[in-house]
């Protein structure tokens, strides 16, 4: 038998295909099978982390697409998830809306709002843009702390689960398909989005603002474009969040959560929608191990109690800074660089 070795891409539609191989395109639904399966065989523990990761997830890509794929850095991100959280915890809990109507209605809003904050894109580049989007997260948070009348302020807000007649997706089995079923979508709409005329406006930008200009790429349009398309996806994950934990007040969404969501595509990737997975995954298991070694650390030396939380702080952020010594690229670049080692094999050089 004679297997290739390297690439063989003879057409623009193999070079634009979705999944390059037969292969791939057999792992990638092997990968949906285990995961409609995983629910039946896990414990509650498992379920609620597994949640947690495909609401990080499409969090990350949401955050990807603005910052990695189009170069606009945001420090706003929490703010937009609060957005969507409370959007569809009023819609559902105050105005008695369907959940099914609300999940939509709340990516809407917040793509909306995401471009307002973004109108400064414009005119600002780096650490400017990151301050505009850092006054996001404030603005936001002095809202639902002091519009008590609609958020209740500091007191949160009950959120009903969702249901289809009297069938309650009241546990976390259930919720996981909804959280899966949205985020399987969603990657394959960002997936796809990079292979149109907006993805690729989104790439040039990224690479060379001025030359995309020249090329005829409308700045103002696609910037504003990529706000919303990011606030969209945060506004899904805060909508699926605030149903996953029923209940959402504005601890939930603090500028450490900001930073989390930025380190999660640091360390899984920039510019990539498998680095996002990636890194939604690693992160989320690694605040879990974290949470759980301090815990168990803490009922053995409860007078370190204050050094064990500082700690696990301390760690997380000696990943960041080890992954962006000998890691910069992601996870991501990782996988990419042992595939194409055995894709060569024994070839390589």
Same mark, same amino acid.
């Given at each position: 038998?004679?297997?290739?070795?390297?690439?063989?891409?003879?057409?623009?539609?193999?070079?634009?295909? &979705?999944?390059?191989?037969?292969?791939?395109?057999?792992?990638?639904?092997?990968?949906?099978?285990?995961?409609?399966?995983?629910?039946?065989?896990?414990?509650?523990?498992?379920?609620?982390?597994?949640?947690?990761?495909?609401?990080?997830?499409?969090?990350?890509?949401?955050?990807?697409?603005?910052?990695?794929?189009?170069?606009?850095?945001?420090?706003?991100?929490?703010?937009?998830?609060?957005?969507?959280?409370?959007?569809?915890?009023?819609?559902?809990?105050?105005?008695?809306?369907?959940?099914?109507?609300?999940?939509?209605?709340?990516?809407?809003?917040?793509?909306?709002?995401?471009?307002?904050?973004?109108?400064?894109?414009?005119?600002?580049?780096?650490?400017?843009?990151?301050?505009?989007?850092?006054?996001?997260?404030?603005?936001?948070?002095?809202?639902?702390?002091?519009?008590?009348?609609?958020?209740?302020?500091?007191?949160?807000?009950?959120?009903?689960?969702?249901?289809?007649?009297?069938?309650?997706?009241?546990?976390?089995?259930?919720?996981?398909?909804?959280?899966?079923?949205?985020? &399987?979508?969603?990657?394959?709409?960002?997936?796809?989005?990079?292979?149109?005329?907006?993805?690729?406006?989104?790439?040039?930008?990224?690479?060379?603002?001025?030359?995309?200009?020249?090329?005829?790429?409308?700045?103002?349009?696609?910037?504003?474009?990529?706000?919303?398309?990011?606030?969209?996806?945060?506004?899904?994950?805060?909508?699926?969040?605030?149903?996953?934990?029923?209940?959402?007040?504005?601890?939930?969404?603090?500028?450490?959560?900001?930073?989390?969501?930025?380190?999660?595509?640091?360390?899984?990737?920039?510019?990539?929608?498998?680095?996002?997975?990636?890194?939604?995954?690693?992160?989320?298991?690694?605040?879990?191990?974290?949470?759980?070694?301090?815990?168990?650390?803490?009922?053995?030396?409860?007078?370190?109690?204050?050094?064990?939380?500082?700690?696990?702080?301390?760690?997380?952020?000696?990943?960041?800074?080890?992954?962006?010594?000998?890691?910069?690229?992601?996870?991501?670049?990782?996988?990419?660089?042992?595939?194409?080692?055995?894709?060569?094999?024994?070839?390589?050089?």
């Amino acid at each position: 038998m004679v297997a290739k070795c390297g690439d063989f891409k003879r057409s623009y539609s193999e070079d634009e295909a &979705i999944f390059e191989t037969r292969f791939v395109r057999a792992c990638v639904v092997g990968w949906i099978i285990v995961l409609f399966i995983f629910p039946f065989l896990a414990n509650s523990y498992l379920l609620d982390v597994a949640n947690q990761i495909g609401v990080a997830i499409i969090g990350a890509i949401g955050l990807n697409i603005l910052t990695g794929f189009t170069g606009q850095i945001s420090i706003g991100h929490a703010a937009f998830l609060a957005i969507g959280a409370y959007t569809s915890a009023i819609l559902t809990s105050k105005v008695e809306f369907s959940f099914w109507i609300s999940l939509p209605l709340a990516g809407f809003i917040t793509a909306l709002i995401g471009m307002i904050f973004g109108v400064p894109s414009l005119r600002l580049k780096g650490l400017y843009l990151a301050m505009a989007t850092f006054a996001a997260h404030f603005i936001t948070e002095f809202t639902i702390n002091h519009w008590e009348s609609l958020t209740n302020g500091t007191a949160g807000i009950l959120v009903p689960p969702p249901a289809i007649g009297t069938f309650q997706f009241d546990t976390d089995q259930r919720m996981y398909f909804i959280i899966f079923i949205t985020a &399987i979508l969603l990657t394959f709409f960002a997936r796809n989005l990079f292979r149109t005329k907006v993805g690729r406006a989104f790439i040039a930008i990224r690479d060379r603002d001025i030359s995309a200009a020249v090329m005829g790429v409308n700045l103002f349009k696609y910037k504003l474009l990529a706000f919303a398309i990011s606030s969209f996806y945060a506004g899904i994950a805060g909508a699926l969040l605030a149903h996953h934990r029923k209940i959402i007040t504005p601890e939930n969404f603090p500028i450490w959560e900001a930073i989390r969501y930025l380190a999660m595509i640091i360390i899984g990737g920039l510019g990539s929608i498998l680095g996002s997975i990636y890194g939604a995954i690693f992160m989320i298991l690694l605040d879990e191990i974290l949470r759980n070694i301090t815990t168990t650390l803490s009922g053995i030396f409860p007078h370190m109690v204050g050094l064990l939380a500082s700690l696990r702080e301390g760690v997380f952020g000696v990943t960041i800074i080890l992954f962006l010594i000998f890691e910069p690229d992601g996870l991501a670049a990782r996988w990419y660089t042992i595939r194409s080692y055995w894709k060569l094999w024994p070839f390589s050089y």
